[in-house]
C-alpha cells in the first residue's frame, strides 16, 4: 500500500484512473490521442517523466485490442494494403530521429499543428485532400515520409497518419484498425526505449500497471459508442478531435518559444 501511496495520495489514484477512463474513451471513438490526453491530464498532478510512466503500458494494451479487434486475419491484411505508408514512415522515422538533438522541439510542433490544423478545417468545409482508395502510392508514400519525420523528431505520428486514413476514404472499422497496428507497434517502441532509459522503473511501474484496467474499461465503452456511427458522423467526429490535436501542438510550440 505505501508503494502506491509513494505515488500519489488516494485522490490522486482517484483522479489518474479519470483521466485513463477519458483517454480510453476517446481512443476508443476516433482511434488515437490517448497519449495526449493521458500526458496532459496526468502531468497535472504528477511530474512529466512519471506521468510518461503511467501511459506506457496502457497505450500498448489498447492498442493491441484495436488491432486485433477483427482478428490476426484482418490487422495483416490492413498492413499489406498500407505496406507503403508504413515502410516510408518506417524509413524516414528512423533518418529523422539522428536530427532530434540539432532541432528545437518548438519549430516541429509549430510545423506540424499548423498543417494538421489547416487540414482538418479545410476538410471539415469539403476541400480536403483526397487520395485514391485503392491506389495513390506515391500520395500515401508522402503522407507516410511525413508521419515518419514528425514521428522520429518529436514522437508525434498520429495526426499525419489520420489524415492519411481519412483522405483515402477508409472504412472506419479498417481505420481504427490500421491506427492499432500503426499506434501499437510505436507503443512497442517506446516501452523498448524507456525501459532502457530508466523512465519505466521499479518505482513507476506500479502506475503503468494500474491504469491499464480504466484504460481498458475507457476504450471498450468507446468502442461501443463508436460502432453505433454511422461513417459520415465517425469521419466528422475525427476531423474535430484531429483539429483539437492541431490547436494542441500549436499550443505547446508556443509554449516553448
Same mark, same amino acid.
Given at each position: 500500500?505505501?508503494?502506491?501511496?509513494?505515488?500519489?495520495?488516494?485522490?490522486g %489514484?482517484?483522479?489518474?484512473?479519470?483521466?485513463?477512463?477519458?483517454?480510453? /474513451?476517446?481512443k476508443?471513438?476516433? @482511434?488515437?490521442?490517448?497519449?495526449t490526453?493521458?500526458?496532459?491530464?496526468?502531468?497535472?498532478?504528477m511530474?512529466?517523466?512519471?506521468?510518461l510512466?503511467?501511459?506506457?503500458?496502457?497505450?500498448?494494451?489498447?492498442?493491441?485490442?484495436?488491432?486485433?479487434?477483427?482478428?490476426?486475419?484482418?490487422?495483416?491484411?490492413?498492413?499489406?494494403?498500407?505496406r507503403v505508408?508504413l515502410?516510408?514512415?518506417?524509413?524516414v522515422?528512423?533518418?529523422?530521429?539522428?536530427?532530434?538533438?540539432?532541432?528545437?522541439?518548438?519549430?516541429m510542433?509549430?510545423?506540424?499543428?499548423?498543417?494538421?490544423?489547416?487540414y482538418?478545417?479545410?476538410?471539415l468545409?469539403?476541400?480536403?485532400?483526397?487520395?485514391?482508395?485503392?491506389?495513390?502510392?506515391? @500520395?500515401?508514400?508522402?503522407?507516410?515520409?511525413l508521419?515518419?519525420?514528425f514521428? @522520429?523528431?518529436s514522437?508525434? %505520428?498520429?495526426?499525419?497518419?489520420?489524415?492519411?486514413?481519412?483522405?483515402?476514404?477508409?472504412?472506419k472499422?479498417?481505420q481504427? #484498425?490500421?491506427?492499432?497496428?500503426?499506434?501499437g507497434?510505436?507503443?512497442?517502441?517506446?516501452?523498448?526505449?524507456?525501459?532502457g532509459?530508466?523512465?519505466?522503473?521499479?518505482?513507476?511501474l506500479?502506475?503503468? /500497471?494500474a491504469?491499464?484496467?480504466?484504460?481498458l474499461?475507457?476504450? @471498450?465503452?468507446?468502442?461501443?459508442?463508436?460502432? #453505433?456511427?454511422?461513417?459520415e458522423?465517425? #469521419?466528422?467526429?475525427?476531423?474535430?478531435?484531429? /483539429?483539437?490535436?492541431?490547436?494542441?501542438?500549436?499550443?505547446?510550440?508556443?509554449?516553448?518559444?
Amino acid at each position: 500500500m505505501d508503494m502506491f501511496l509513494d505515488i500519489a495520495p488516494v485522490w490522486g %489514484w482517484v483522479f489518474a484512473f479519470g483521466v485513463a477512463v477519458c483517454a480510453g /474513451l476517446v481512443k476508443g471513438v476516433v @482511434g488515437f490521442a490517448m497519449p495526449t490526453v493521458l500526458i496532459a491530464g496526468l502531468s497535472t498532478t504528477m511530474p512529466p517523466d512519471l506521468a510518461l510512466a503511467g501511459l506506457i503500458l496502457p497505450t500498448l494494451a489498447t492498442n493491441l485490442w484495436q488491432a486485433l479487434r477483427q482478428g490476426v486475419g484482418a490487422a495483416l491484411a490492413s498492413v499489406r494494403r498500407f505496406r507503403v505508408f508504413l515502410l516510408a514512415g518506417g524509413a524516414v522515422m528512423v533518418v529523422a530521429a539522428q536530427a532530434v538533438p540539432l532541432l528545437p522541439p518548438w519549430g516541429m510542433y509549430l510545423f506540424i499543428g499548423p498543417l494538421i490544423t489547416a487540414y482538418a478545417l479545410s476538410t471539415l468545409m469539403g476541400r480536403g485532400l483526397r487520395l485514391s482508395s485503392e491506389g495513390g502510392a506515391r @500520395g500515401e508514400a508522402g503522407m507516410g515520409a511525413l508521419a515518419g519525420l514528425f514521428g @522520429g523528431i518529436s514522437g508525434i %505520428w498520429g495526426p499525419p497518419t489520420v489524415a492519411m486514413l481519412i483522405a483515402r476514404g477508409t472504412e472506419k472499422r479498417e481505420q481504427m #484498425r490500421v491506427q492499432g497496428v500503426i499506434y501499437g507497434l510505436g507503443a512497442v517502441l517506446l516501452l523498448v526505449s524507456h525501459i532502457g532509459s530508466g523512465v519505466l522503473r521499479a518505482e513507476t511501474l506500479p502506475l503503468s /500497471l494500474a491504469l491499464v484496467p480504466p484504460a481498458l474499461l475507457g476504450i @471498450g465503452l468507446g468502442f461501443w459508442l463508436q460502432d #453505433r456511427l454511422d461513417q459520415e458522423t465517425f #469521419r466528422k467526429v475525427t476531423l474535430w478531435v484531429l /483539429l483539437l490535436a492541431g490547436l494542441n501542438l500549436v499550443r505547446r510550440g508556443v509554449i516553448m518559444l
